[in-house]
């Protein structure tokens, strides 16, 4: 089973609705970046593994095998 950017995309974006969220890439290889108030308050860890429980189901079935993370609040990211 593959997945696309777009798929996962709409995905993070339906369970993580207070967010914005975007994802590139493609072949089993995805840049997730999330910017939420969700993440307030989290260490880097703990914003992983929140991502994470959504994406497991396609990393456990072959269709994700790299993802690289960028994770900020509002905050955070208007600093970058």
């Known amino acids: ?33 999330v910017i939420g ?3 307030a308050g989290l260490n880097a860890v703990k914003r992983q593994q929140l991502v994470y429980q959504h994406l497991n189901p396609h990393i456990q079935s072959g269709a994700v095998h790299a993802v690289s993370m960028q994770l900020h609040t509002p905050e955070e990211a208007a600093q970058h």
């Open 1 to 33: 089973m593959s997945v696309d950017a777009q798929q996962l995309n709409d995905e993070l974006s339906g369970v993580l609705s207070d967010c914005q969220v975007s994802v590139e890439g493609g072949g089993g290889k995805f840049l997730v970046t």
């Open 37 to 39: 108030d969700v993440f």
